[in-house]
């Protein structure tokens, strides 16, 4: 049986002492695992992150991580893990000075900080602004920077909360990658985004988070099977409509994005009919229809929803 | 393996030593000792003081001397402020530290820039009046009395920029607290029978004061009782304000 490396057990936390922002949460993450921590904003993601790399204490239920209880040992657990929080954070100074003192922090030997250095530069393609000043970085040339410095030190367990906001499709592709690698050398990941295909592409589990809950668990191909047998119809429209009749009328999950509906059913062959007719009856016009398996995404909105 | 503080001190002091914070730590004392020293020398030919007569600027010399560890602390307050402003506070939170070995952290380069300062005072007031300390042990006792002010005002200014939230307003209240404690301290004139009696009370309610008497009698005169009470008195505040920064530290919002 492989290393737990996180254990989560009844989590529950609070900021007021009456509403539970997570509200007993349990989970844990194998040696080697890159886990997945989905939910939307405000379900409670960073928070268990934050009692998880000993920032918040744990007000209910226990937190194990590396073998050693969060709320005995939180020093040592340091020692052991990275941390790429969700808001940026950076000293005021170049590129390449915010690598050096990151690396002279964690106490890394300076040869080795040398070379570790020059190739987290490349990876993460921050050759070119090494001289550049923190500060002066676009938002996503910053979160480059902060996922950069992590893999400066050794660690067993990293923990990146929503590492790629900002980045392009190129770059964001290339830090995953980066990450898998690592994984598959031995670190263990817990990983938090809002974007699924991130999920989808990159974690072995995924634990999908809201109101405070971890309302699904599984692999990605688990959540898709379990959910699998829904299908969602996509429909492009122009013309005024009426969300709240719809909803009457539809009673599966509906969601109106702008001139989008997206409809996730297991009977997409009673509704789309009907959904036509619906429309054309409003004066509604249909640009586009389309009827897709469920992604991760669908999986992700129904299980929320 | 080199200790957290000290890594974390290393890290202050590669990232906060630039020149707008040396002119700060430095151009202000030396400011006051050559134009103020200079000009009120036509004014205050002689200071009669503890036996000696002494040149004004000279009189002024322990008073910028004792200013540094007040500067650095200031600065101190202002490196924990701008750490919460650019998200290192969280970030160095989870890092492979104990807490108070951030505090440490700012603090020792507290000590550092006071001690610093303070050399770098002792080289104008040289060149200005031509003064050097003779015994050694006074050069390690106004040593030892710049390190233990430092703890006291870095400590008060972390307190500060644990509740202040924005730096308009801790540099406001950095300004009105440098203004009371210098002026309502004996670092520009002699508190004596002389002084009105509120401004005596607040100038002996002011831990400066104690600083500035005992440096200056390191420097101008030899040690005697009301020297070691001054020391104790700064030692103790040093110890409570420590408490409070560490207490007020442990509620700073991440």
């Known amino acids: ?305 | 393996m080199i200790p957290p503080s000290l890594r974390l001190t290393a890290r202050n002091l590669i990232i906060n030593t630039d020149p707008g914070t040396l002119l700060f730590l430095i151009g202000l004392p030396s400011f006051y000792l050559i134009v103020l020293g200079l000009m009120f020398q036509a004014l205050i030919p002689n200071v009669f003081f503890e036996g000696h007569s002494i040149s004004y600027a000279q009189f002024l010399s322990p008073g910028v001397v004792a200013m540094q560890p007040f500067i650095a602390g200031s600065i101190g307050g202002s490196m924990l402020w701008s750490d919460r402003r650019w998200g290192m506070f969280e970030q160095l939170l989870v890092g492979p530290f104990h807490r108070i070995d951030y505090l440490l952290g700012i603090i020792y380069v507290s000590m550092i820039f006071s001690v610093g300062g303070a050399m770098l005072m002792f080289l104008v007031s040289y060149l200005l009046t031509g003064f050097v300390i003779h015994y050694v042990v006074n050069i390690i006792l106004i040593i030892l009395v710049l390190l233990v002010s430092s703890i006291l005002f870095t400590s008060l200014f972390l307190v500060l920029s644990v509740f202040i939230r924005t730096i308009q307003t801790y540099n406001t209240v950095t300004m009105f607290i440098f203004f009371i404690l210098d002026f309502a301290s004996s670092a520009f004139y002699p508190i004596n029978t002389r002084t009105p009696i509120g401004l005596r009370i607040i100038s002996y309610a002011n831990p400066l004061t104690y600083i500035v008497d005992s440096v200056r009698d390191m420097m101008f005169a030899s040690l005697n009782r009301s020297d070691l009470i001054y020391v104790m008195i700064v030692v103790v505040l040093s110890a409570l304000f420590f408490i409070f920064a560490a207490l007020s530290y442990r509620k700073a919002k991440i």
Request: charged residues 30%; glycine residues 6%; proline residues 2%.
């Open chain 1, 1 to 305: 049986m492989l290393e737990k490396v996180i254990e989560v057990d009844h989590l529950r936390q609070t900021y007021d002492g009456r509403n539970f922002v997570v509200d007993d949460v349990s989970f844990y993450v194998s040696k080697g695992e890159i886990y997945g921590l989905l939910g939307k904003n405000g379900a409670g993601k960073t928070t268990t992150i934050r009692t998880m790399t000993t920032i918040l204490p744990v007000h209910y239920g226990k937190v194990r991580i590396l073998g050693m209880d969060v709320s005995e040992n939180a020093e040592r657990i340091r020692k052991r893990i990275g941390v790429v929080l969700q808001n940026e954070s950076f000293d005021f100074a170049s590129v390449e000075r915010n690598l050096k003192v990151y690396g002279m922090l964690w106490d890394v030997p300076r040869e080795v900080l040398k070379a570790r250095i020059e190739e987290v530069l490349e990876v993460f393609d921050l050759s070119s602004l090494r001289k550049v000043r923190a500060m002066e970085l676009s938002g996503g040339q910053k979160k480059r920077l902060q996922v950069a410095r992590e893999f400066l030190h050794d660690m067993d367990l990293l923990f990146l909360d929503e590492p790629t906001v900002g980045l392009d499709p190129i770059m964001r592709r290339s830090v995953l990658n980066y990450i898998r690698d690592k994984a598959r050398k031995g670190l263990t990941v817990l990983y938090t985004t809002q974007i699924m295909e991130e999920a989808d592409y990159l974690c072995d589990r995924i634990a999908i988070m809201n109101k405070g809950k971890i309302v699904a668990e599984g692999t990605s191909s688990d959540l898709k099977a379990k959910y699998g047998d829904l299908k969602t119809i996509h429909v492009i429209i122009s013309g005024e409509l009426d969300y709240n009749s719809l909803k009457v009328k539809f009673p599966e999950d509906v969601i109106v994005d702008n001139d989008e509906i997206r409809i996730v059913s297991k009977n997409v062959e009673d509704i789309l009919p009907d959904l036509i007719i619906y429309l054309k009856a409003r004066g509604i016009r249909i640009e586009r229809i389309s009827v897709e398996e469920s992604s991760l995404d669908d999986v992700f909105l129904k299980v929320v929803s």
